[in-house]
């Protein structure tokens, strides 16, 4: 559903420090930022698939939304029923073109840090960093596969599901030390590390959990559809022997 152009957003008079000064705003469906209006949680659907990019929460933020940076048209913009949609409009040939040239787009999503996230992907991820961890995420839904990714994670308050349908090449996934994850995948793997544990080839579905992921634990519950090739879940520290062991990044071409 696409906004009125003309739908005002009044911000509050409000000492909050991610808040900006009170003014009323028109939500533009081209424009580049969405004003934050105190909002507690937030769906970003992305339909178009995504290539060459950074979501970011950062604690500096002050708007819902801010795309900045990337050498491509901006999306479209629909804001309605606590989601925030982005839509590019783009050909089979554009995307391709961001995937095989990778670094000349340098395009950022930035997050609101006082918005707890659900993060709902379609068309597939590639070359794409999700810096999460400082703010608060209650679902992450990626559909269409996903190569050269890395998910940097923030304390859960419940269990958080990641779902990734589609298959998984090059996938990083840090979280915060004395957080548990489980993890299945459907479809095979080829190189697959969780914590202190490895898999080399394995053929079907597998099942594997590292820390508290008891009933009521703050945890994320991984699942991944279509298979696995160089997957880490790892745990985020200071500690190099944690850090994923490949670089998640698309190879310079």
């Known amino acids: 559903m696409m906004i009125d152009p003309t739908y005002m957003i009044t911000e509050p008079a409000t000492d909050h420090p991610y808040r900006t000064a009170a003014a009323p705003r028109a939500v533009d469906p081209d424009a580049a930022r969405v004003p934050y209006d105190g909002q507690p949680r937030m769906r ?56 095989l040239t990778p670094g000349t787009g340098d395009l950022a999503i930035i997050l609101h840090p006082a918005v707890e996230w659900t993060l709902a992907i379609r068309g597939g991820l590639s070359g794409v960093e999700l810096e999460l961890a400082a703010g608060a995420v209650a679902r992450i839904e990626i ?9 940097d ?28 994850v ?20 394995v053929g079907g579905a597998a099942q594997l959990a590292s820390g508290d992921v008891s009933p009521g634990a703050p945890q994320y519950a991984v ?31």
């Open 44 to 99: 970003l659907a992305i339909a178009s698939g995504l290539a060459d990019a950074r979501i970011v929460i950062d604690p500096a933020a002050r708007d819902l939304l801010a795309i900045v940076g990337g050498d491509h048209p901006r999306p479209r913009i629909h804001l309605a029923d606590g989601e925030l949609a982005l839509r590019w409009r783009r050909s089979l040939g554009d995307w391709l073109r961001e995937v």
């Open 143 to 151: 559909g269409g596969g996903c190569s050269h990714v890395m998910l």
């Open 153 to 180: 994670l923030p304390r859960p308050a419940a269990v958080a599901p990641i779902r990734i349908a589609g298959g998984a090449s090059h996938l990083g996934i840090r979280r915060p030390a004395e957080i548990g």
């Open 182 to 201: 489980g993890l299945g995948v459907a479809g095979g793997i080829a190189r697959l590390r969780l914590d202190d544990q490895s898999l080399e080839a």
């Open 223 to 253: 699942a991944i559809a279509g298979g696995v090739s160089d997957l880490v879940v790892a745990r985020r520290a200071h500690d190099p022997g944690l850090a994923p062991a490949f670089d998640v990044r698309p190879p310079l071409l």
